[in-house]
């Protein structure tokens, strides 16, 4: 049976997760970490493990059926791949940064500047769309050193919880693009891999679903059912049990993990009790 090819990266800030969705698919692969090419024992999927820039055009050539990269990576590169979702890791934003000490009024500030990055294309496109002529100085890492070296006056580099940037005595003054994990694949995959794609898509989804969603459990007297249920729509519509206390019922729903905490204060007005909130292990629609 033909299998799925899928790169991941090999070290590094997507691995980690990458490696942890498979297994929380339920997909088995051995042990052995030095091994770039491996297989899973209960699944038909191939791993390789690349370094990340490398993924989008191994997903172009066909060298893999697709790829878990970074949405920044598949920007830059623009290579001839289908993004066919997102993965809801790796959150950053790619931003432009300067001295902390200067002075920033609006975007006109980069003209006739000098910025360091890792994003040639995508700061270029964005600079040419905002008429401001910067220029572009490519370096592969560490881009938050360039200004105190005299390399560059600024960087555009991505950012998570700015601790690299404090560090560096830079401030973010601009935001160019949000980016998070994605998955990636070859155009006109065959019919045989496509249908392989599709079962682990749909683990993908029963995975992700259980992430963002939360198991809830909550006693409220009758009369506040009704009110209650719209506040919790549920998958369907909630379970409604009766307590062995008269004029009581426990009532089960699923509820969006970053919608709890707005709704909890309404439940309480409502005369919730007992409110557990439980994760699910997956979540098939
Ligand atoms: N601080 C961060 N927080 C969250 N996600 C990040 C952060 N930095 C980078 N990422 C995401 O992870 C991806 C990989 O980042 P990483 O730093 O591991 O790449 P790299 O140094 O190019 O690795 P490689 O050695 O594989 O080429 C980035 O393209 C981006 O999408
Ligand atoms: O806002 P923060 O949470 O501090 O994260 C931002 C840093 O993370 C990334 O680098 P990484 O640590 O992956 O190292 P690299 O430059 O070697 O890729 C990015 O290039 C920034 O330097
Ligand atoms: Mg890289």
């Not at 910025?115 to 938050?144: L, R």
């Amino acid at each position: 049976m033909n299998k799925l090819k899928i790169a991941l990266q090999k070290s590094g800030r997507l691995s980690e997760k990458s490696l942890e969705l498979l297994q929380e698919c339920g997909i088995k692969i051995p042990d052995f970490k030095s091994k770039l090419k491996n297989s899973a024992t209960n699944f038909p999927l191939e791993i390789l493990f690349l370094r990340d820039d490398d993924i989008p055009k191994y997903v172009e050539q066909g060298i893999v059926d697709i790829g878990i990269i970074g949405e920044n990576e598949v920007l830059e590169q623009n290579k001839n791949v289908d993004l066919v979702r997102k993965l809801g890791f790796a959150n950053c934003r790619l931003s432009l940064a300067i001295p902390k000490d200067q002075e920033y009024t609006d975007l006109s500030f980069f003209d006739k500047k000098k910025i360091a990055t890792s994003y040639p294309s995508i700061v270029k496109n964005y600079f040419d769309k905002n008429n401001i002529n910067a220029e572009i100085v490519e370096i592969s890492g560490s881009v938050e050193i360039a200004p105190s070296i005299g390399l560059a006056d600024t960087i555009a580099d991505l950012v998570s919880s700015g601790s690299t940037l404090l560090h560096n005595g830079l401030k973010e003054v601009e935001q160019v693009l949000k980016s998070e994990a994605v998955l990636i694949s070859s155009q006109n995959l065959p019919d045989d891999i496509s249908i392989i794609l599709e079962s682990f898509l749909f683990r993908i989804q029963a995975v992700i679903n259980s992430r963002e969603n939360k198991y809830i459990l909550l006693n409220a007297p009758n009369d506040s059912i009704e009110k209650i249920i719209e506040i919790l729509p549920g998958m369907k519509s909630p379970t409604v049990l009766p307590l062995a206390e008269s004029g009581w019922s426990s009532i089960h729903s699923v509820v969006r993990e970053n919608e709890f905490w707005k709704i909890i204060d309404e439940l309480k007005k409502f005369g919730a009790e007992g409110i557990l909130v439980i994760p699910i292990e997956k979540m098939v629609m």
